[in-house]
C-alpha cells in the first residue's frame, strides 16, 4: 500500500521540484569563490592567508606532522599531555593567571594531539591582535610544564581511563582497532602505567622534537592585510629551529574481516560499528567515493541506509557510512544503534543494503542527486569564517592546491556512474567488512 | 563517524545546554565560537545586528537578518509550542510531532522533503524544548523559495499513513534508548528533573516517558498539530542573504495565505507547590564507573524575572562554576585536588523559568561526601563575601564578547532570534544583551545568586555504581 501511495506521490510531487531544476543548473555554474592568498613572512616562512577587513576578528591555525603514533611506547599519551600543558601557563603566567590573561583578551589559543600531528588554534579579536601573537608566542615557545597542572592533568585521564571501560563507543573502537590492526600504534591505548610514566622531561623531548619549520603549515583568516600576517608570523614562529620531518610509523597491514564481533555491556540498547579496507585522500578514486558513499550512507536523511533501517523499519534513529582516514590506514567506518531485541534484524538489513550496493551499484540519478548535494551544499561550510578556516586549513593540510577550494565543485560534477560503480566495486563489499556489537544483543552467535 | 551527531533530529537534555550557549552566549565560548564578524560596522561592539521584522495579515511574525558574505540563507519556522505544552499522558507528542513534520503533505510524499532540500544542495533539520518546536533549512538563496513553498504547505496540510506513524514511533522510541536509557548520566537527571518540577510540565522529559511514548495515538496526535501549527503561532526567521524587502513578497505568497487557527489556546501551565525542602536522589547502574555529584536549583528566567535580573543570575554562575577560573572549578579542583571536575552553569531560557546545575566528579579515592561538603563550603563563601571586582569584571566582558563572537554565523544569529521571541523576548531585550550584562552591578549578582542558590529549592543527585560493586 505504501509502495503505490509513494510513487503516484511522487509524480504528484515532480512539478515543485522541476520548476526549479533549471535555477539549479545555473547555480552550479556560479562558483562562489574564496580568494586564498599564499604569502611568505619576512622571516621565509610561508602562511594561507584569506583577507577580509569587513570582519574585526583574526583566526589562525597552524599543524606540524608528527603526533602520538611516533611516541615512545613507554610514555604512552606523552604526546598529548604536553599539547595540553600548553594551555597551562607560560612565561611569566602560571596555569590561573594564564587562563586569567585569556579571558582578559577575550581570546583562544590552545595546542592539541593527534595520531599524526599537531594542530594549533587561535582566535582574537583585531583590536587585541598584538596581545593575541604575544599569547600565542608565549605557549609556543615558553610553555612552563609546571608540576602542580601535570598532575592534576593526570588525575583527570586517569578517571577517563576508568569510565571508558563501559563506553560503547570506546570499547567498539578498541574490539575493531584489535581486530583489524592489532600490532599498529594505531591499536594503541593509553594506560594508568603509562601515564604515570609521563614526566616533564619527557614533554620537553616530545617539545623539542616536534616543533619545528619543517612540516609548519599555517592558515590566517579574517581583519589581517598580507603584511601584518607575515609579521604576526615571523613573531609566533620564526624561533622554531628548520629541523627535519618527523619519522614515519609504518602503514597499517589491514587483517580480513572476522567473523561479528560481541562486546557485552549492561544496556538496552547496542551499538554496531562496522569497517571495511578504504582509500587515502589523494587516490584518485577519493571524489567518486564522496559520491558513491553519500549515496549508501552518507550525510543525509535520504541515504539508502537510512532510508531502509530508519525509514521503512524504524529499526534506528540513525545510521550512517563514511570515510575514515589516517596518515597510515584508511577505512570506510560506519555506525548504527539499535534495541537489544533488534541487533539481528539490523545486521541482516544493513549487509544486504550493501550487497545490493556492491552487486547492483547506483543509478544516474542517485548520482546527479548526490552531485547536487554535495555540490550545492558546499557554500553552507563557507558562510562564516570560522568555517573558511576550517575548510582552507584542511586542504592545506591535506596537500591539496591553494585553489582547490574553487575547483572541488568542479572535480565532484566530473563524476561519472561509472567512476561510481568502479569504487563501489572497489570498497563496498560487505565481506570486507567486520562487524562489532556493544551492548547485549539478542538472537546472536557470537563467533569469539 | 561524523554523520552521528548531524542527523539529529531533537534538542534534548544534554543538548538543551548546547541550545542555551546559542541562545545566550555563553562564558568563556569564544573557544568554541571562534570568529565574528562586523557586518555593522560603527554599531557598538556590544551589540548584536538589529533585525527588520514585519507580520503578515495573518499573524505570522517574520524576522530578517541580512548577511551577504555567502549567497546562502538559512531558513527557521518557529513554533510556539512544545513538550510543556502537552496533555497530560501524552508526552512526547511535541517531540513525535517534529519527526512527522518529514512525513508528507498532499504534494510532497512521506521522507520527500528532505529528499528534495538535499537535491537542491540544502540541509534540513528540526528540533524541540520545552517551549518551542523549530524547522530549520539552510540552502543557496535561489532555493529559497521552494522552502518556503514547502514549509508552508506542511504547517498546515500534513499526511501522513498509520504504519507510517507507527514506524516513527519505533524510531523514536529508539531515540530515547539512544539519548537516555543507554545513558545512567541522563537518566538520574531525568529523575532530578521529575523532582525540582514535580508538577510544572518542565519536570517531564522532552522526548517523553518511554511508556507513554508507546501508547501515543493518530487522534490526539492530530489535535495537538490543527491547534498549533498555525501561522499565529510561529515565527518566520530566515538570516543570510536576503533583506526584509526582498523576502515580503515571498513570504506574503506562501505563509500570507495560511489559515490562522482561531481562539489560539493560552500557553498556561499549572505551577508547582511551595518547596518542602532539600530533596535528594541516588541512582546507581552497573556502567557508572565513576560517580559523580550533581545538583539543580529553581531560577527565574528572562521569561519570567524583572530588570537585570536573568543578566544578573548568568554573570553570578558563571563566577561561581564557569570554566576554569571559576570558584568550583579552582577550589576543587586546583586546590584542594578532590575532583577531576567541577562547575556550575545556569539555564536562564525558559519561558517559564530557569535553574541552575552544579556538578562535580570525584579524584579517585575521594567520596561523593567529602566532594558535596566541598561545594557547599564554597558556595556558602561565594554567598557569604560575593564575587571581586576582578572576577566581576572578567565574567561580564568574557560573556559580552561570546555574544559578539557569536555573530559569525548566520545560524547562531538566527536560532538565537528565533528562542529568545518564542521563550518571551523582545528584539530590543535580545541586541541590548551585551551592554545589560556590562550593567550588572556586584549587588545585583550577590542578590541573585543568594535567591537562587537555596538548598530548599534544589535537588542534588548523586550517581554510583551498585553497592556489591563499590
Known sequence: MRALMLALALTLATPIDAAFAQRAEQQQRQSFGVDVERIVSPGGIEAWLVSDSTVPIIVMRAYWRGGSAIEDANMIGVTGVMTDMMGEGAGPYDANAWKERLEELNMSVGFSAGWDGLGMGLTTLSENADAAFEMARLSLHEPRFDAAPLERIKRQIMVGIRARETNPGYLANEALDNALYPNHVYARRTSREGVNAITIAGMRERHRALFNRATLRITIVGDIDAAAAGAAVDRIFSALPQGSAPPEPADASFNPPTPLIVRDLPQPQSLILFAGPGIQDEDPDWIPLAVANYILGGGGFSSRLMTEVRENRGLVYGIGVGPSVREHVAMIRGSAQTENGNVAEALEVTRAEMRRFYEQGATQAEVNDAITYLTGSFALDLDSNSKIASVVHGYQVAGRSIDYINRRNDLIRAVTLADVNRVIRRLYNPDDYTFVVVGQPEGLAPAN | ?470
Open chain 2, 1 to 470: 563517524m561524523k554523520n552521528d551527531v548531524s542527523i539529529l533530529r531533537v534538542l534534548q537534555s544534554a543538548l538543551l545546554q548546547v541550545a542555551r550557549f546559542v541562545l545566550r552566549p555563553a562564558p568563556k565560548a569564544g573557544v568554541a565560537l571562534v570568529l565574528a564578524l562586523a557586518l555593522f560596522t560603527g554599531a557598538d561592539a556590544q551589540e548584536l545586528p538589529r533585525p527588520e521584522t514585519f507580520t503578515l495579515s495573518n499573524g505570522m511574525q517574520v524576522v530578517v537578518i541580512t548577511d551577504r558574505r555567502a549567497p546562502v540563507v538559512t531558513h527557521m519556522v518557529w513554533y510556539r509550542v512544545g513538550s510543556a505544552d502537552e496533555a497530560r499522558g501524552h508526552s512526547g507528542i511535541a517531540h513525535f510531532f517534529e519527526h512527522l513534520m518529514f512525513k508528507g503533505t498532499r504534494e510532497i510524499p512521506p521522507g520527500e522533503y528532505s529528499r528534495i532540500v538535499a537535491r537542491n544542495g540544502g540541509d534540513d533539520n528540526a528540533f524541540t524544548s520545552w517551549d518551542y518546536t523549530a524547522y530549520h533549512v539552510r540552502i543557496a538563496r535561489d532555493r529559497l523559495e521552494l522552502i518556503m513553498r514547502m514549509e508552508a504547505d506542511r504547517m498546515r496540510n500534513l499526511r501522513y499513513t498509520d504504519e507510517t506513524f507507527l514506524s516513527e514511533r519505533d524510531v523514536i522510541v529508539e531515540e530515547r534508548r539512544q539519548r537516555i536509557d543507554n545513558s545512567p548520566g541522563a537518566v538520574l537527571g531525568e529523575r532530578m528533573r521529575a523532582m525540582l518540577w514535580p508538577h510544572h510540565p518542565y519536570g517531564t522529559p522532552i522526548i517523553g516517558w518511554l511508556h507513554e511514548i508507546q501508547s501515543l495515538d493518530r487522534a490526539s496526535a492530530q489535535a495537538f498539530y490543527e491547534t498549533w501549527y498555525a501561522p499565529n503561532n510561529a515565527i518566520l526567521v530566515i538570516a543570510g542573504d536576503i533583506t526584509a524587502e526582498e523576502l515580503r513578497p515571498l513570504a506574503q505568497r506562501y505563509y500570507g495565505r495560511l489559515r490562522p487557527t482561531r481562539d489560539l489556546p493560552e500557553r498556561t501551565w499549572v505551577s508547582d507547590p511551595p518547596n518542602v525542602g532539600p530533596m535528594r536522589v541516588t541512582h546507581r547502574d552497573e556502567k557508572v564507573r565513576q560517580p559523580s555529584l550533581s545538583r539543580i536549583y529553581r531560577a527565574i528566567s528572562y521569561g519570567t524575572d524583572e530588570g537585570r535580573q536573568a543578566h544578573a543570575l548568568d554573570v553570578a554562575i558563571d563566577i561561581l562554576g564557569g570554566g576554569e577560573t571559576s570558584r568550583l572549578y579552582r577550589a576543587l579542583v586546583e586546590d584542594q585536588r578532590i575532583a577531576v571536575s567541577a562547575g556550575a552553569g545556569a539555564n536562564t531560557s525558559g519561558l517559564g523559568g530557569g535553574s541552575v546545575s552544579v556538578y562535580a566528579t570525584p579524584a579517585e579515592g575521594v567520596t561523593l561526601e567529602q566532594v558535596e561538603a566541598a561545594v557547599d563550603a564554597v558556595i556558602a563563601a561565594y554567598l557569604r563575601d560575593g564575587p571581586t571586582d576582578a572576577e566581576l569584571a572578567r565574567s561580564k566582558s568574557s560573556l559580552a564578547a561570546a555574544a559578539v563572537y557569536s555573530r559569525d554565523s548566520q545560524e547562531s544569529l538566527a536560532n538565537m532570534y528565533g528562542a529568545s521571541l518564542a521563550q518571551g523576548e523582545s528584539i530590543d531585550d535580545i541586541v541590548n544583551w551585551g551592554n545589560d550584562i556590562q550593567a550588572v552591578t556586584r549587588d545585583e549578582a550577590i542578590t541573585m545568586a543568594r535567591q537562587t542558590l537555596d538548598i530548599n529549592a534544589s535537588v542534588t543527585g548523586w550517581l554510583l555504581p551498585p553497592e556489591e560493586a563499590q
